[in-house]
T-cell receptor
Framework: NAGVTQTPKFQVLKTGQSMTLQCAQD?????MSWYRQDPGMGLRLIHY???????DQGEVPNGYNVSRSTTEDFPLRLLSAAPSQTSVYFC?????????????FGPGTRLTVT | QQQVKQSPQSLIVQKGGISIINCAYE??????FPWYQQFPGKGPALLIA?????SEKKEGRFTISFNKSAKQFSLHIMDSQPGDSATYFC???????????FGSGTKLNVKP
């Protein structure tokens, strides 16, 4: 199992450009999430999905778009990049569990917007 | 407004000592409280987790203490080792939506 994979590992964008961060998992997890990690802020939830075709907003959704057409893939789209979106982005997946639900994280994408 | 407050921001401990990281929350809809460990350049990985119907959980050198009435929980690392040097995040899950909220992180440095 590859687990959760993310591409690219690094990306530099100019203000106003758009791009898609890719996330895929091969564990057949229903739940997938996108987080951004900023110094001193921990991880903040951007968008999440509880299954194919179902997505919802997290804490910081503005400027980002998601879709979930398959169980495996959960791409994150930056519509018009801004310097405030410079961050490290993590994708995570988990299975539904009433008692818990371990999240498995990808290796991250480091994005710089100039 | 951060839903899970974590302290301290950084921690230096001598090898063999005890590392203690604290977290607090307000939302009573949280039903699962994991701790994650993150090494530089890597994604977070689950270390240990607890449910609110349990006051303590121990796995090896790692223990979570949970105080439901105070809405606080903490991670204790016994016999801390240099290999434990990492950033630690507490988190809480809002059960209705399977949404996780993370603390701001604690950078632990264990000196040999």
């Amino acid at each position: 199992n590859a687990g959760v994979t993310q591409t690219p590992k690094f990306q530099v964008l100019k203000t106003g450009q758009s791009m898609t961060l890719q996330c895929a998992q091969d564990m057949n997890h229903e739940y997938m999430s996108w987080y951004r990690q900023d110094p001193g802020m921990g991880l903040r939830l951007i968008h999440y999905s509880v299954g194919a075709g179902i997505t919802d907003q997290g804490e910081v959704p503005n400027g980002y778009n998601v879709s979930r057409s398959t169980t495996e893939d959960f791409p994150l789209r930056l519509l018009s990049a801004a310097p405030s979106q410079t961050s490290v982005y993590f994708c995570a997946s988990s299975y539904p569990s009433t008692g818990g639900g371990e999240q498995y994280f990808g290796p991250g994408t480091r994005l710089t917007v100039t | 407004q951060q839903q899970v407050k974590q302290s301290p921001q950084s921690l230096i401990v001598q090898k063999g000592g005890i590392s203690i990281i604290n977290c607090a929350y307000e939302n009573t809809a949280f039903d699962y409280f994991p701790w994650y460990q993150q090494f530089p350049g890597k994604g977070p990985a689950l270390l240990i987790a607890i449910r609110p119907d349990v006051s303590e959980k121990k796995e090896g050198r790692f223990t979570i203490s949970f105080n439901k009435s105070a809405k606080q929980f903490s991670l204790h690392i016994m016999d801390s080792q240099p290999g434990d040097s990492a950033t630690y995040f507490c988190a809480a899950r809002e059960s209705n939506f399977n949404k996780f909220y993370f603390g701001s992180g604690t950078k632990l440095n264990v000196k040999p």
